[in-house]
C-alpha cells in the first residue's frame, strides 16, 4: 500500500513530510515524491528509497520552500518503480498535484479519453488520469473541481491534491483506501496512517467513505461527494508510535491475517470481467498461443508451492491441462519436459527467491512461455517473465506468508477461468458463476476470522505439542501442507501435512494417544473418505481438530474440536480453510514465546540458493 502525507501550517512543509514519510517506509514502497506549493508547484520525485529522494533535494533538509505539501512512497500496482510514476502526478498546466493509494480500475478507458482530448499523460500510472481530470474542471475552487471528478473514477483510493494557485488549501479523497486528517495546533495534515503523523498530533479524524477533506491551517471541512459539510469526529491517538505502524496489532503477522479479505478485493478488483467476459490483458499472452499451450508447469517454494498446488486443482479442472508442479530448487535438476507448448507459472510473492527465478529462467531457455504470479511490481521475476499477473496484498512484513497465500490463490482461480474462457472449455455464463464464488471470497475470509477466540483456545490446549499431523484430501491437501508449515515456521513445532488417504502408509505409525490431528473436513466430493482417516487416528488415540464447513450435521461426533469456516467452493476452500490454520499458529507460536514476524533461521524472501 502506498504511504501518504499531506501539511499545511506556519511551519515550512518538506521536513515533515520527509519524517512523515520516513515514518510509513514500514509499509514498503519502491519510489518517493513530494509537491510543494509556494506560489508555484515544485515536485521533486524518485525511484528507489527515500535516500534517492533525499539526495534530489539537496540533503537533509532540503531547500524546497512551501508551507502547504504532499509527499508520498509507492507500491506500484500500475506501472514499474521508475522516476516517472513516482508520485506526485501533475496535470499539462503543471499547476495541479495528485498523490494516491489504491486502484484506478478504469484507468485505461479515462487515459484514452484525455490523450484524445489532448492531454500528454507522461507516466504509466492509473493516478496521473486523476491530476487532467481535475485540470479540465477547475474553475477556480480545487475541492469542487476534485468533487467533480469523482463520479468517473471507478476503484477503491485514498486521493491527495493540491493547486499552485491555491496555496493553504489540501484536498483529500476517500474511498475504501485510508485517509486520516490530523489536528494540530494551527496547522493540519493527512495521512494514510497515523504513524505518519503522530508526532505532530495525537488528535485525528479518520475519513468515512466518500468523504472530501478541505484541509487549511486554520480549519477542516469534510464534505460528501455532493458538497455537503458533514460534522468532524474526532479520535484521541493513545498508541505508541510501534503499536501504530502495526494498526494496533501486536504484530505484523496477525495484521496481515486480518488484512486478507481487504487483500482479496483488491486483487479481484477491476479483474472479474466486464459483461460476463474476464480480460486478463496484463498477462501479455494473445489468446492463439493460450491456445496452443498443451502442458502447465507450476514451480514455486513454500507457501507459494502450496498456492500452486491448489492452482493444479483448479486448473485441471476448469481447463483440462496436464499441470505439472514442482519444487523450484527440484525443477531445473530433474531435466524437466517442457517446450514452446508448455505455460510455466512461476509463484513467488517476493519476486526474489532464488530458485524460483533459476527455475522459470531454465523453462524460459526451454521457450516456454512464462507467468509470474507475484506481490511486488518490478521483481526480478515479473522483469524476467513474458508477462506477469499481481497479486495486490500490499506488502507483508511478516515472514511467515499469510494474506500473500490468499491472494496468490485468488490470482491463480482467475488465471483458471480465463484460461477455460479463452480455450473454449468454459462457457460464458460458467465463468460468470465462478467469478461469483471469487467475489464472495472476501466476506467468507471476514467470518473465518471470527473463529479467533476459539482458535486461541485450541492454541493454549495444544501449545506444547511435540508433533502435530495435518492431513486432508484434494484441496485439503495442499491446506494440510500450508497448515503444517505456518505452524512449524513460527512456533518450532514439528509438523507434517498429509495426504489423508498416505496415513495408513506410514505416517499413521506416528499416532499414539494425545498427538493432535488437525483434519481438513470441508465440504468436498471427497469428504467422505476423510471422515473415515479421522476415525482410523481416533482408534489409535489422536485428539483430532477439525476444519468442517458450518453446519455439518456428522463432524461433531467424530472430531474432539470442530472449527466451522464457511461455505465454498472446494476449489477455493484453502482460501477461508487456511485462516484458522494461521490463527492456530499465530497464537501457539505467541503462547510460546517466539517471534511470529522474525522466526529464527528465516528470512522473508530467500535470494541464496
Ligand atoms: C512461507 O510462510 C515462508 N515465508 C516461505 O515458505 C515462502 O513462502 C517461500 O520462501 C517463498 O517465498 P516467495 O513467495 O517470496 O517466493
New binding site residues.
Given amino acids: 500500500m502506498c504511504g501518504i502525507v499531506g501539511y499545511v501550517g506556519p511551519e515550512q512543509a518538506l521536513p515533515i513530510l520527509i519524517e512523515g514519510l520516513s515514518r510509513l517506509e514500514y509499509r514498503g514502497y519502491d519510489s518517493a515524491g513530494v509537491a510543494l506549493v509556494d506560489g508555484h508547484l515544485s515536485v521533486v520525485k524518485r525511484a528507489g528509497k527515500l535516500s534517492e529522494l533525499r539526495a534530489a533535494l539537496g540533503g537533509e533538509e532540503g531547500t524546497l520552500p512551501g508551507h502547504t505539501g504532499v509527499g508520498h512512497t509507492r507500491w506500484a500496482t500500475h506501472g514499474a518503480p521508475t522516476d516517472g510514476n513516482a508520485h506526485p502526478h501533475v496535470d499539462c498546466s503543471g499547476k495541479i498535484a495528485v498523490i494516491h493509494n489504491g486502484i484506478i480500475e478504469n484507468f485505461q478507458q479515462l487515459r484514452d479519453e484525455l490523450t484524445k482530448a489532448g492531454h500528454v499523460l507522461a507516466s504509466d500510472t492509473d493516478t496521473e488520469c486523476v491530476a487532467h481530470l481535475v485540470e479540465d474542471a477547475y474553475e477556480g475552487d480545487l475541492a469542487e473541481a476534485v468533487r467533480h471528478v469523482l463520479p468517473r473514477l471507478v476503484g477503491a483510493y485514498a486521493l491527495v491534491a493540491v493547486h499552485a494557485d491555491q496555496p493553504g488549501l489540501i484536498v483529500g479523497v476517500k474511498v475504501s483506501s485510508p485517509l486520516v486528517v490530523g489536528l494540530g495546533e494551527g496547522e493540519n495534515l493527512l495521512a494514510s496512517d497515523v504513524p505518519a503523523i503522530m508526532q505532530r498530533t495525537r488528535r485525528f479524524v479518520p475519513l468515512e467513505e466518500q468523504r472530501v477533506a478541505e484541509v487549511r491551517a486554520d480549519s477542516v471541512r469534510i464534505t460528501d461527494f455532493l458538497g455537503v459539510e458533514v460534522p468532524l469526529e474526532p479520535m484521541e491517538v493513545t498508541w505508541s508510535l510501534e503499536a501504530a505502524e502495526k494498526g494496533g496489532f501486536e504484530d505484523f503477522m496477525r495484521k496481515e491475517i486480518h488484512e486478507q479479505p481487504a487483500a482479496l478485493a483488491d486483487t479481484l478488483r477491476g479483474r472479474t470481467g466486464r459483461g460476463g467476459r474476464l480480460a486478463l490483458d496484463e498477462i501479455r499472452m494473445p489468446e492463439d498461443r493460450i491456445r496452443d499451450v498443451d502442458k502447465v508447469f507450476v514451480v514455486?517454494?513454500?507457501?507459494?508451492?502450496h498456492s500452486g498446488l491448489v492452482a493444479k486443482y483448479a486448473i485441471e479442472h476448469w481447463v483440462r491441462l496436464p499441470v505439472e508442479i514442482e519444487i523450484a530448487s527440484e525443477f531445473r535438476y530433474r531435466d524437466p519436459v517442457l517446450d514452446g507448448h508448455t505455460l510455466t507459472l512461476g509463484?513467488?510473492?517476493?519476486?526474489?527467491?532464488i530458485d524460483?527465478l533459476e527455475a522459470v529462467r531454465h523453462a524460459r531457455r526451454q521457450g516456454s512461455h512464462v507467468l509470474a504470479i507475484?506481490?511486488t511490481v518490478g521483481s526480478s521475476i515479473a522483469r524476467e517473465s513474458d508477462g506477469v499477473l499481481y497479486t495486490r496484498a500490499g506488502p507483508e512484513r511478516g515472514?511467515?506468508?499469510?494474506k500473500?497465500?490468499a491472494t496468490?490463490m485468488a490470482a491463480l482461480h482467475l488465471l483458471a477461468l480465463y484460461l477455460g474462457q479463452v480455450r473454449g472449455t468454459l462457457f460464458p455464463e460458467e465463468v460468470e458463476e465462478r467469478v461469483g464464488l471469487l467475489r464472495e471470497l472476501p466476506s467468507q475470509v471476514t467470518r473465518a476470522l471470527a473463529l479467533e477466540p476459539q482458535v486461541r483456545e485450541l492454541a493454549t490446549r495444544f501449545q506444547g505439542a511435540r508433533d502435530v499431523l495435518f492431513i486432508g484430501r484434494h484441496t485439503g491437501y495442499p491446506a494440510a501442507l500450508e497448515g503444517a508449515?505456518?505452524l512449524k515456521?513460527i512456533s518450532y513445532i514439528h509438523a507434517e501435512g498429509y495426504p489423508a488417504g498416505e496415513l495408513k502408509h506410514g505416517p499413521i505409525a506416528l499416532v499414539e494417544p494425545g498427538v493432535p490431528v488437525v483434519a481438513i473436513a470441508t465440504e468436498c466430493h471427497v469428504r467422505p473418505k476423510v471422515l473415515s482417516n479421522i476415525q482410523e487416528v481416533k482408534a489409535r488415540g489422536a485428539e483430532v481438530i477439525a476444519i468442517a464447513t458450518e453446519g455439518d450435521p456428522d463432524i461433531g461426533m467424530l472430531a474432539d474440536h470442530v472449527l466451522e469456516v464457511p461455505r465454498t467452493h472446494e476449489l477455493l476452500s484453502p482460501v477461508v480453510v487456511s485462516v484458522p490454520l494461521q490463527l492456530f499458529a499465530y497464537h501457539v507460536a505467541r503462547l510460546r514465546g517466539c517471534d511470529v514476524d522474525q522466526p529464527r533461521n528465516?528470512a522473508?524472501?530467500?535470494t541464496v540458493e
Fill in positions: 514455486a517454494c513454500g507457501t507459494a508451492f509463484v513467488s510473492q517476493s519476486g526474489e527467491t524460483t507475484t506481490n515472514v511467515a506468508a499469510t500473500t497465500f496468490q508449515l505456518k515456521e528465516l522473508k524472501s530467500v
